[in-house]
């Protein structure tokens, strides 16, 4: 099925995300196994990473996930009608200004500090999430003062801390463990969560009652233990506006940083940084057309990039070509990690799945 789930109407969009479902499904539910005998929820925040949060929700939810981590009430709002039955934690917590959409809703704040568990108690209380930092020095409570009787009266549905260092072989994760245990005996909470994605690979003993992942549910691979297992989910796609001739000696874009060594059939696509394929992708980045790989010559603009056609590339202008954007490739050639791959995609693209 393909359904176009931004703004933007799919059959008009020169842009278009081609976003797989069932890659999407399946990425879940590996995690899901490797969660052990956790329940695994999502982070479907910054609108489900990029893809849009709306059609994440459905897929998932179809799938059995019950838990959805968004980062705002703004998030939450948009979601409202998407959940169903499942769970919406807001991880920011609950400002002054978030109190009355935060009272009108069933999503529950993720309390970050003393001043938003105050908050919390004063507006009549009722369950929330409690986030202790156990040394990311981010968002949380400090351990001494989720132990202090702070929290008391509360009805936490679920604890939980963040690794610093999940992605690398590093001690701090163990010393993080330690102290979330240490927590979480202490404090009286219906689940436990510490494990993101790549917490999720380092074993049963991260896994608690509740695992959070994000990146990974999105084609990224979090640790090489995934490496093989997640599969990829976007795929940018980008019409041909106009298909050029450029002969020996001449230039191509901005600052002349590409120049012919022979004459060449030069493909203008419409993509650019403003869509989030930034300038990191110059002279670096490339492109699909059946069998045909078309690199990106010159400097990426806000809205055009330009491809140097193979000899016996019949490319015209009104096709459409695949971008490479394998999140590993992609960040190795560009620096770029994969979050900013995914969550810079930009709304100028129509978000069409693939089910």
């Known amino acids: 099925m393909m359904t176009g789930l931004s703004g933007v109407a799919p059959g008009n969009s020169p842009l278009s995300l081609s976003l797989d479902g ?66 919406l934690a807001v991880l920011h917590g609950v400002r002054d200004a978030d109190m009355a959409l935060a009272r009108s809703m069933a999503a529950v704040p993720v309390l970050n500090s003393p001043e938003q568990v105050q908050r919390w108690k004063s507006s009549g209380g009722g369950e929330c999430d409690v986030m202790v930092d156990t040394g990311m020095n981010r968002l949380g409570l400090t351990p001494e003062e989720a132990t202090s009787g702070l929290l008391d009266g509360l009805a936490i ?21 330690r102290a979330f245990r240490a927590v979480a005996d202490r404090v009286p909470a219906a689940r436990r969560s510490l494990a993101n994605s790549a917490a999720i690979c380092l074993g049963a003993d991260y896994g608690f009652d509740l695992t959070r992942p994000g990146l990974a549910l999105y084609g990224g691979i979090p640790r090489a233990e995934a490496a093989g297992w997640i599969r990829p989910v ?25 120049q012919a060594q022979r004459d060449t059939r030069v493909a203008i696509i419409n993509l650019g940084y403003a869509d989030g394929y930034l300038r990191a992708f110059s002279d670096r980045g490339s492109a699909m057309l059946g069998d045909w790989s078309i690199p990106v010559i010159g400097r990426v603009s806000m809205d055009l990039v330009a491809l140097a056609l193979p000899d016996g590339c019949a490319a015209g202008e ?38």
């Open 22 to 87: 069932v890659a999407l499904v399946e990425n879940w539910r590996w995690l899901a196994r490797k969660s052990g005998g956790a329940a695994c929820g999502a982070a479907v925040k910054a609108d489900g990473y990029g893809l849009g949060a709306a059609g994440v929700v459905r897929r998932l939810s179809a799938a059995g996930c019950r838990d959805f981590f968004v980062a705002t009430w703004a998030e939450a709002a948009a979601l409202a009608g998407h959940v169903g039955g499942a769970r």
């Open 157 to 177: 549905g679920t604890l939980m801390s963040h690794l610093a260092s999940a992605d690398e072989d590093s001690a701090q994760n163990g010393e993080q463990l």
């Open 318 to 355: 009104g096709d459409r070509v695949n971008i490479a954007y394998d999140l590993a490739e992609c960040a190795r050639l560009t620096g770029l990690s994969p979050y900013e791959l995914l969550t810079g995609l930009g709304q100028r693209y129509a978000r069409i799945w693939q089910d």
């Open 234 to 258: 976007v795929t940018p796609q980008a019409e041909i506006l106009q298909v050029r001739a450029v002969p020996a000696g001449a230039c191509v874009g901005y600052n002349a940083t590409w």
